[in-house]
DNA sequence: AGTTCCATGTAAAAGGTTACATGATTTT
DNA sequence: AAAATCATGTAACCTTTTACATGGAACT
């Protein structure tokens, strides 16, 4: 089965969710290792829901708003825990950065500096998100005892942002070496 | 585009290679960042073929093996080179062990312990590896042009696996401590 | 009145993996 | 003689994105 149906277990095993909430979620939290298109989400939660890991509670409840609400089932989540006792499998990462880096010595080293520059920009601001939520996280901590965990993902983005961002100094360093020659 | 095209017109920008030697580069040089099937390279080399970016060398020159050596045309080279000033446009992670261990206050924290474990072999390898290539590398530094473009990439694959491991090891503490509860 | 956000969905296309088939060559 | 590796390829399948359509609600 694939990973999306996880995904979707596992955000429902905390709490019932409608699909455009699951997104957002994942665009917000997940967002430096996961992601989701709705061509994705909303046909997968249809089949989850047919298979009965999933069911719907109070469609239009008081909003007259088009939105269904998910909730997890036992079977759903018996499934999800079968799931994550299972070994890690897939592991893809794909940075077109590092490609182009790798080739860039066919075009003048500003070409990259420019990317890099852009990079950079972006995983500072992933840094900046990742230093707020932990700031907020560590003030509830004891609150819930998902929260420890949740840190630890934090961590992880922390982390590689800070390894993206060292790299980014140091090889524009090195490109404008490059410049002067 | 599809970008597998550019990865086989950059490898190929260095030296005429075969499907199967393009193959085994990606896998060995670009593991921690990249990764392309057989099923993806074939067609797209007959693909770069047919449009004129690449064509055939030698076919069986010397060897009865059935081999096919493709070289990069001007075209194809100009073409690697606009795709290089482009901006960079998808950087694609999905890290399903992150997604385990979100969720895996679920069950036993022994069951994300072992996931761990696993992952931090992978990459303790990974940076192994990489570390042999950097001291080889230093080694013939002046040699080519292109070697401390390499190096950059080295350096980059060991900065993320160096920060693997480091959350391996703090993640590892964390739930070696859910375990004593 | 217009824009933005909420909210769901689909169809087509693109991207990518897997499993298989084939056969030569090299190593054990 | 068997196993591993070199080498190419394809077809079926799965996964994922993109672009579009629809319309209500809330904000400005």
Redesign the pocket.
């Known amino acids: 089965?694939?990973?999306?149906n996880y995904v979707i277990l596992g955000l429902l095993s905390e709490s019932p969710l409608?699909?455009?909430?699951?997104?957002?979620i994942i665009d917000i939290r997940f967002r430096y290792f996961w992601?989701?298109?709705?061509?994705?989400?909303?046909?997968t939660?249809?089949e989850l829901n047919q298979k009965g890991f999933i069911t719907i509670i109070e469609t239009e409840g008081e909003?007259?708003?088009?939105?269904?609400?998910?909730q997890i089932t036992n079977d759903g989540l018996s499934t999800l825990c079968s799931w994550l006792g299972q070994p890690v499998?897939?592991e893809?990462v794909?940075l077109e950065i590092l490609l182009k880096m790798y080739f860039s010595h066919l075009v003048e080293p500003t070409v990259m500096i420019g990317h890099i520059r852009e990079f950079q920009k972006k995983h500072e601001q992933d840094l900046f998100i990742l230093d707020l939520f932990e700031q907020e996280l560590q003030a509830i901590i004891d609150k819930d005892p998902i929260h420890p965990y949740v840190l630890r993902i934090i961590d992880f983005g922390q982390k590689i942002n800070r390894a993206y961002l060292d790299w980014s100094l140091e090889t524009i360093k090195f490109l404008e070496s490059q410049v002067k020659k």
């Open positions: 089965m694939k990973q999306t409608t699909g455009y909430q699951i997104k957002k992601s989701e298109s709705y061509g994705q989400l909303y046909p939660l249809k909003k007259k708003r088009s939105q269904i609400t998910y499998e897939r893809s794909r």
